[in-house]
């Protein structure tokens, strides 16, 4: 069993910066795709970034030049580290765990981002 813990996330002004975590633990591989989700009110759960182990990064449109991905693989921690924020970028935030061998897929409880003034 795979545990994913979120944290980082909260209030911030349009143009401020947050940064999440995520910490995983339990039987892990090392082929592991981290990434991170959002779900705003009333809409779908959307891709935001994804990271390998190997450190091979994807981008969202909606991210691409204000969000960095990166991870630690001796830590099991993945980070997202958000610049300009807009009120766009509102939404509940979840660190997903993906083994492309199994297909097995893992979740975090998620973490509110709310970007207003």
């Known amino acids: 069993q795979v545990q994913l813990v979120e944290s980082g996330g909260g209030l911030v002004q349009p143009g401020g910066s947050l940064r999440l975590s995520c910490a995983a633990s339990g039987s892990i591989s090392s082929l592991n795709v981290m990434g991170w989700y959002r779900q705003a009110p009333g809409k779908q759960r959307e891709s935001v970034a994804f990271i390998t182990r190997t450190g091979s990064t994807s981008y969202a449109d909606s991210g691409k030049g204000r969000f960095t991905i990166s991870r630690d693989n001796a830590e099991n921690t993945m980070h997202l580290q958000m610049n300009s924020l807009k009120p766009e970028d509102t939404a509940v935030y979840y660190c997903?765990?993906?083994?492309?061998?199994?297909?097995?897929?893992?979740w975090g409880q998620g973490i509110q981002v709310t970007v207003s003034s």
């Open positions: 997903n765990l993906r083994e492309p061998l199994t297909g097995s897929a893992y």
